[in-house]
């Protein structure tokens, strides 16, 4: 019985001797990925327009990168670039390339001067909530219902109560006292006219699942995450507010085995996370990443 | 180029994914300070962590207050309780964790869920003095209806009962008692403190007499997830794409696993196709793919399905799914409101949506003794077992614990997530019970205020016979066309001269004059309509029916004006008539009258008519206007 039916199969033109192969066990890689994909595909579908928040770091590359995992080697909605006008000069030269090499659809967004912002805040946090206006202008202009955007839970401690899809009310603003249930796969979807959904493809994705990826992947960066002269980026803001770590990883593989023994964390080099206890919040509620 | 060429690390050394483990319980008996112990003491936290949380303490007058690593936000830091859930990496040995950290407190036990859904062990975590309460019961429920199928639980604060054996096997009895009665399987019962760190990473002193496993080597001993790969097939469609002229069919896979060549039932048209290519970018080619991939199948003949149909093996019978448009389910609450039969929602299963209406509530969970009882309606927060309906048939496998079978999550028409309802197995047609199957409205709430700039609602004025509740009803009618505001009046005997000809006026037929006109504004109300009802309504009990009937858009208007004013007044003669008897069971003279305790709006007599109509007036445009 079950042999006919493999010799059928055998017999199909498209078959190829697959009858007895076996489906790849996946490792803890390709589970992220595959729910990675999974999100991206919702967000497809269910929010237009769509756009994805390509900042030139490492964590938007893999993003994009599943983009084209997703839908077969394109991505089919606008990538978004809010330039602060501060970046490395090696960072436009990488957008500039890639923009042409993976065929993106790139929309261009400016934030206004540092001198128009809520000048209560510390000085790193007002370069912050300047992204966020910058932010706030694109998705008012392109009507935008759905941003996807490369946050990570293990980052931030309220970037870890987030959720993948995170809906956005009035004046973009995160309601966190009131999140929506997300379980079993069922994401929000928006119910008022004006509001927009942040998604988080990468939330579950540590900072080692990151480079572990980008190595298997051969997923190209900015040459800045590495050492130069025993110093190297292990996180991407503004040039005026990242400050680079020790470090004599100069390869992928050596950044790897970095992370592996480190024991501070990514941001420790972001000036803004220093400065209060609250700031991270404030700043998120009222629309940063 | 690099972009296409595949290296070699795909063969490196097999890492499994990370368990997820949750931490449930009552709020405050230290769920947050156990996790942050249990990072603390496994030397899990990043350099400056420590500090940071010291600080955090001291800046409010605590002494180190482990909760605070996961409790990041502000108002979960001067409250004192954890508002939302927390997902953070651990390790034991080789082995990968997330610990998630969920809320106590009943209110945000939405948060709970989100947290918990996909865990695959969890710490049920009961103050050994307070014993298990109410949220320790809600909790270990829900844990049973999500389907988490390892449970540790941990006698925290045991501190405060100095590791007593005696007082401690008695709190244990009772908490293997209540899991007992919810089938759940105990995997082990540790005697704890997250304050002390006794029995966390490392056996206490303090409590020689436990021969069990410490936190640390219970979790180390959950085993890895059930694989889904050997079942039949299920690959429901998540989308269609056409990307240079070839379509592809996306998805992840439930469970089974798919090969090229083999042929496919789609959804419950029940149209076959046979898959010509297995896709993916950017990967090793393999013809097959398995449970947990999400992939792309170009399929010949070269078919367009729907978003939701469900993919499964054509000519396997057994493979096949139930197929049925009345289902079970078991159900978990979470609208702030109770649900009730006749209720219309949208049923979403994987990526499929059905349109459903609650048919029956079969039994109810009481939440004191866990025990099945009858009941017209579900509490807010609360479980039940509930029968739903679909429009058409419904493919679907029953939920299992471990696999991601059945997993019915009911949406409103607002898009709110209300309710998580695993699906139990098709319902029978009970005798006697018609096959209906409702089929609500697929325009949003939302559409239709942008259609008519204005919420819908109903507005029912109660009143005795003359109190004036036509008539300012009418009057409200025409001020908020002017307002540009399509109201409705249905009004007592406009309704009795047509809908409800056939009916007199004993309680009986009273009873139903009034369950048909809340019918009908339930109706009005969906189309996005403001409607007004006037009607006398005597009994509380009545009108308390139709607010459940109508549901969160019903609000009570009293117009109250008094018997003498009334019958001073009797515009159509009838407490005259009733006075000499003509009239049997005239309501106010010879049937009660029950005026409403606490209306959402009074309208009192002492006042000008006109008064009335404008209170009245500005109070629907107050609700109706966005
Ligand atoms: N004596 C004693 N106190 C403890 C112990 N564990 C926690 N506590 C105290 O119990 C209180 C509540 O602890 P939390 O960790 O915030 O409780 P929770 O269960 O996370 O609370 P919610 O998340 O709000 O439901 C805090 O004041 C802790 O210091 C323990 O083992 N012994
Ligand atoms: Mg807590």
């Known amino acids: 019985m079950t042999q006919t039916r493999i010799l059928s199969r055998e017999q199909s033109t498209t078959g190829t001797a697959s009858s007895l192969a076996q489906p790849r066990i996946m490792d803890d890689l390709d589970q992220l990925e595959a729910q990675s994909i999974f999100i991206l595909r919702e967000a497809y579908r269910k929010l237009k327009p769509l756009s994805l928040l390509w900042s030139l770091g490492k964590d938007s590359n893999v993003m994009v990168w599943l983009a084209r995992k997703a839908f077969m080697g394109r991505v089919p909605f606008p990538v978004m670039h809010v330039d602060t006008e501060k970046k490395f000069p090696e960072m436009y030269a990488f957008r500039d390339e890639y923009t042409k090499k993976w065929d993106l659809d790139l929309l261009l967004g400016y934030c206004p001067p540092v001198e128009e912002i809520d000048p209560s805040l510390p000085p790193a946090a007002r370069s912050a909530a300047r992204k966020t206006a910058g932010l706030a202008a694109m998705i008012d202009k392109h009507k935008l219902r759905g941003v996807i955007a490369g946050i990570r839970r293990d980052e931030q401690a309220t970037r870890a109560k987030e959720r993948v899809f995170s809906p956005r009310g009035a004046g973009h603003r995160w309601d966190v006292r009131n999140q929506p249930p997300e379980f079993w796969d069922q994401y929000a979807t928006p119910y008022e006219d004006g509001m927009h959904i942040r998604v988080h493809p990468l939330l579950s994705w540590r900072e080692i699942d990151i480079w ?78 | 180029m690099g972009d296409n060429i595949v290296t070699e690390s795909f063969s490196e050394t097999h890492r499994a994914a990370a368990t997820p483990i949750v931490i449930v319980g009552h709020v405050d008996h230290g769920k947050s300070s156990l996790i942050g112990r249990l990072l603390y003491d496994t030397d899990s936290l990043q350099d400056g962590k420590l500090a940071q949380i010291v600080e955090s303490s001291r800046k409010r007058g605590l002494a180190v207050e482990w909760s605070f690593l996961l409790d990041s936000l502000q108002i979960e830091r001067d409250q004192g309780v954890t508002v939302d859930s927390t997902r953070i990496p651990f390790r034991l040995g080789s082995r990968e964790f997330v610990i998630v950290d969920a809320p106590g407190h009943r209110q945000f036990l939405r948060n709970m869920i989100t947290g918990a859904a996909d865990a695959e062990a969890a710490v049920l975590v009961v103050d050994a003095k307070e014993g298990a309460q109410e949220q320790t019961r809600r909790h270990a429920m829900l844990l049973r209806l999500i389907g988490i199928r390892h449970v540790i639980v941990l006698l925290n604060k045991s501190d405060l009962l100095e590791f007593d054996e005696a007082k401690i096997v008695k709190v244990e009895s009772d908490v293997r008692q209540l899991l007992g009665r919810l089938e759940i399987e105990v995997e082990a019962v540790v005697p704890a403190s997250a304050r002390d760190g006794d029995n966390i990473a490392s056996r206490s002193e303090r409590s020689l007499w436990y021969k069990g496993p410490t936190l640390v080597e219970a979790l180390a001993n959950v085993p890895p997830p059930a694989s889904r790969a050997a079942l039949p097939f299920r690959m429901p469609v998540q989308d269609v794409y056409r990307f240079d002229g070839i379509r592809y069919v996306a998805g992840r896979i439930e469970r089974g696993t798919v090969r090229a060549g083999d042929r496919l039932s789609i959804g419950a048209q029940g149209q076959v196709a046979t898959v010509a290519e297995v896709c993916r970018w950017h990967a090793p080619e393999l013809p097959v793919a398995g449970a947990g991939e999400s992939i792309a199948l170009r399929l010949e003949p070269d078919l367009v399905p729907d978003r939701g149909d469900l993919l499964f093996p054509a000519d396997d019978k057994a493979a096949a799914p139930e197929r049925s448009a009345r289902i079970r389910t078991r159900l978990f609450w979470l609208r702030g409101e109770p649900l009730r039969v006749g209720e219309s929602f949208t049923l979403r299963l994987t990526t499929a949506e059905h349109d459903v209406t609650v048919a029956s509530i079969d039994a109810v969970v009481d939440l004191e003794d866990l025990t099945l009882r009858e009941g017209d309606s579900v509490p807010p927060d609360g479980f039940a077992e509930i029968t739903l309906a679909a429009s058409h048939a419904v493919l679907f496998d029953p939920f299992s614990p471990g696999f991601g079978d059945g997993r019915g999550v009911l949406v409103d028409r607002y898009q709110r997530i209300v309710g998580g309802a695993p699906l139990i197995g098709p319902a029978e047609l009970a005798d006697g019970e018609h096959a209906i199957h409702p089929t609500a409205s697929r325009v949003s709430a939302a559409r239709q205020v942008q259609a008519r700039g204005h919420k819908s609602g109903v507005f029912w004025l109660t009143g005795l016979p003359g109190s004036g509740k036509s008539t300012v009803a009418r009057a409200a009618e025409l001020a908020l066309s002017e307002q540009a505001v399509n109201a409705t009046v249905l009004d007592g005997d406009t309704l009795r001269a047509g809908l409800c000809s056939d009916l007199g006026f004993s309680p009986e037929d009273r009873h139903e004059n009034i369950r048909r006109a809340a019918h009908v504004a339930k109706i009005l109300a969906e189309s996005g309509q403001v409607v007004i009802v006037a009607l006398v309504s005597p009994l509380q009990s009545d009108r308390a029916q139709a607010r459940q009937i109508v549901g969160e858009n019903f609000h009570e208007v009293f117009v109250d004006t008094p018997l003498e004013t009334c019958e001073k007044r009797d515009p159509k003669g009838l407490y005259a008539a009733a006075r000499s008897g003509k009239i049997p069971e005239f309501t106010g003279i010879s049937a009660p009258y029950e005026a409403p305790v606490s209306p959402e709006l009074r309208l009192p007599a002492d006042r000008p008519e006109q008064e009335a109509i404008n209170t009245l007036t500005a109070f629907i445009l107050r609700i109706v206007q966005p």
């Open chain 1, 212 to 289: 572990r990826y980008i190595e298997r992947e051969g997923i190209p960066l900015v040459d800045l995450y590495f050492a130069k002269d025993g110093k190297r980026y292990r996180s991407l803001g503004d040039q005026d507010i990242t400050n680079p770590i020790e470090s004599n990883a100069s390869t992928v593989a050596e950044v790897i085995a970095e992370l592996e023994t480190s024991r501070t964390s990514e941001r420790a080099g972001r000036a803004m996370d220093h400065e209060s206890e609250d700031v991270f919040e404030r700043l998120r509620v009222a629309g940063y990443l």
